[in-house]
């Protein structure tokens, strides 16, 4: 069988240490609200002809992951 391994965007990473805690899960809510999903600034529909961070299709958005979740990436390296 052959494999593939998703293409993922590149993180937007806190320091948690740095920032605090409270600070760092604030910023992580913050771009997981549904507020910056639909700012066309950020997510723009695919379809209106402008220009912003990220093309929006149907659902996409800002998720908190966790660091293991560029593990299989990292795994493309070994």
Do not use: C, H
Not at 8 to 34: I, R
Not at 35 to 54: H, T, Y
Not at 69 to 75: A, K, S, T
Request: aromatic share 12%.
């Amino acid at each position: 069988m052959i494999s593939a391994t998703p293409v993922l965007n590149a993180p937007f990473v806190g320091n948690a240490d740095l920032l605090g805690e409270d600070a760092f899960k604030e910023l992580q809510e913050y771009f997981a609200a549904d507020e910056v999903a639909e700012n066309e600034k950020i997510f723009v529909p695919e379809d209106s002809g402008e220009s912003a961070l990220f093309f929006k299709t149907e659902n996409e958005r800002f998720a908190p992951v966790e660091d293991e979740w560029f593990n299989p990436i990292r795994e493309l390296s070994n």
